[in-house]
């Protein structure tokens, strides 16, 4: 016996009952992002790979054991993408749209890590990715997160809470990593085995350990907002008035480091305790060297990602609906006359009522056949056309989902008739 082809492991498929969902929050999440003057940028899902080494940084997990890694026909590295950050930044480079010039962007795709599937995590998943290039901030800050408080406020969704840190600017953060060091150190002993390699490369990323047996040796850490420079605590506090006088809660986390490499001062992340462990459903912060580092003009920029897999588990389980994705009506036909009248009565429909999802029975059956179809494909109506119909010029109009009457209707009266009823 033939083995049935799987998919590769940790990337799904979005089938259709899914898929309307998706495009529901896909479209609100766009309402949202655009009514606060983001332009949508469309960008390869293909880079070098140097631009993530470069950007996210070579000691992190995403760098060091999760892309997806090829040399291609030319000899080149190609990479994945596994976030868009990075593609943003390059592509607001090598399309000057960085010159003097400030951009609020966004982008909506798959990305791609090589992480153990499970519940909310996969290889490849999809973000929502906003950014904002040539802002200093913080008023900016606070827009990008009062921007995701809209979004949950519009989809109803609760569960949903919102934490903030400050990572200050790379002097005070490598005076906070000496002192990471110097503590971490001194109970090595009670570290793991990914924790002590950090410590050498990079151990701001053990306070983001998912480890729970490490979570007493990191609440001991010395606490990064202590170490702040002047200019970094001004910004944050004028955040934090900011998000007050918007009404918007948040805890301070002074553990929150985020992932990647090239944050500075602001970081935030949006958690949810409604999906286990993958907490995480949208999270940000403030790169202010990045442009520069990938070679263009220093620019200040900030941006946040959000996980649409984990927005749409989030949506569900808060109780959200989606639209249906099933026909408006279904077209039931016997006979030849019919059948042939019914092809023009579909096209007039979809000519004459906007938006109308007309399915035609193809491929003939009796009447009842067609009407358990009609039934199975979740349309609002039947329409019934047969010989009696055509000798008449009417057709039959059959409730599928409601107790009103069967009817017949004068075939002039069928778009008047429908419209109202469907609007
Ligand atoms: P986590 O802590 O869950 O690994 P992260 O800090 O790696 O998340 P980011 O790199 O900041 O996440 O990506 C932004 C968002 O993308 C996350 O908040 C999450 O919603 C989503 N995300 C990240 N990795 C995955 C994944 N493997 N599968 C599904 N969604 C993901
Ligand atoms: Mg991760």
Redesign the pocket.
């Known amino acids: 016996m033939q083995v049935k082809p799987q998919p590769i492991r940790g990337m799904n498929d979005t089938l259709p009952d899914a898929a309307v969902t998706w495009r529901f929050l896909e479209t609100v999440v766009r309402e949202v992002i655009e009514s606060y003057g983001y332009r949508e940028i469309r960008l390869p899902l293909l880079e070098q790979t140097e631009l993530f080494a470069r950007s996210i940084g070579e000691a992190t ?2 760098v060091e054991k999760e892309m997806y890694t090829f040399v291609d026909r030319d000899g080149d590295s190609i990479t994945l993408r ?2 868009a950050t990075a593609s943003m930044v390059r592509a607001g480079i090598s399309n000057g749209l960085l010159h003097n010039q400030r951009q609020k962007l966004w982008t909506n795709g798959p ?1 791609f ?1 090589h ?1 153990k599937p499970q519940k ?4 490849q ?3 929502i990715d906003v950014e904002a290039m040539g802002f200093a901030g913080p008023d900016i800050d606070a827009e990008l997160i009062i921007l995701c408080a809209r979004m949950w406020q519009r989809l109803g969704i609760k569960r949903i809470w919102l934490e903030i840190n400050s990572l200050g600017s790379s002097e005070t953060r490598e005076i906070y990593r000496n002192a990471l060091i110097k503590y971490f150190s001194s109970v090595k002993n009670q570290l793991d085995d990914d924790s002590i390699r950090r410590l050498e490369t990079n151990p701001l990323r053990i306070l ?1 350990s ?1 480890n729970p047996d490490l979570q007493g040796v990191i609440e001991q850490a010395p606490n990064m907002l202590e170490f702040l420079d002047t200019e970094s605590e001004a910004h944050f506090s004028q955040l934090k008035v900011a998000l007050d006088a918007a009404g918007i809660e948040y805890r301070v986390n002074s553990r929150l480091v ?3 490499d090239y944050y500075n001062r602001t970081v935030f ?2 958690v949810t305790d409604a999906l286990g462990s ?7 912060g403030r790169y202010d060297g990045l442009v520069q580092k990938l070679g263009g003009k220093t620019t200040p920029a900030i941006g ?4 649409v ?3 749409v588990m989030l949506y569900q389980t808060g109780g959200g609906q989606s639209p249906s994705n099933s026909p408006d009506v279904y077209l039931a036909m016997v006979g030849e006359p019919a059948e042939r009248r019914g092809m023009d009565v579909a096209e007039r429909l979809r000519d004459e009522i906007a938006g109308i999802k007309v399915e035609m029975n193809l491929g003939g059956g009796s009447f009842k056949s067609q009407l358990k179809r009609a039934d199975k494909s979740g349309a609002q109506y039947a329409l019934v056309l047969g010989d009696d119909e055509i000798e008449n010029n009417c057709i039959g109009l059959k409730p599928l989902r409601s107790d009103e009457q069967q009817c017949s209707l004068a075939m002039e009266r069928l778009i008047d008739t429908l419209g109202s009823k469907l609007n």
């Open positions: 997990d995403v596994p976030e990305m890590r992480e909310g995590r996969y290889r998943f999809h973000q983001d998912k985020r992932g990647l992340e949006w993958q907490g995480a459903v949208c999270s940000g946040w990602a959000m996980g897999e984990r927005l």
